[in-house]
């Protein structure tokens, strides 16, 4: 019954910017902290950023920081990834999950979205 659904991704030139959104229905989306990971090829699955139940506190990976910027709306159940100064080691598939505060892991995952970012 939960979903989440990811979509923005896209080709995009090195140095550009795509803003990737996941949409949750099924769930109280305010009581959940959500979370973006990525998986390029022939890699495992890592993490990018995630955000409070709240939306007032952030959490970026090193690879990411100072140019990726994870941001929600409750009122309509989003969550959001800006990514700017793109790379082409950025380029994987994007994937939004969820989990409650008081979990470690998390529960719930979205399909994915590709990202490329051409050089």
């Known amino acids: 019954q939960v979903q989440l659904v990811e979509s923005g991704g896209g080709l995009v030139q090195a140095g550009g910017s795509l803003r990737l959104s996941c949409a949750a229905s099924?769930?109280?989306?305010?009581?959940?902290?959500m979370g973006w990971f990525r998986q390029a090829p022939a890699k495992e699955r890592e993490f990018a950023a995630t955000i409070s139940s709240s939306g007032g506190s952030t959490n970026y990976a090193d690879s990411v920081k100072g140019r990726f910027t994870v941001s929600r709306d409750n009122a309509k159940n989003t969550v959001y990834l800006q990514m700017n100064s793109l790379k082409p080691e950025d380029t994987a598939i994007y994937y939004c999950?969820?989990?409650?505060?008081?979990?470690?892991?998390?529960?719930?995952w979205g399909r994915g979205t590709q990202v490329t970012v051409s050089s």
């Open positions: 999950a969820a989990r409650r505060d008081y979990e470690t892991g998390f529960r719930y």
């Open positions: 099924g769930l109280t989306f305010s009581r959940y902290v």
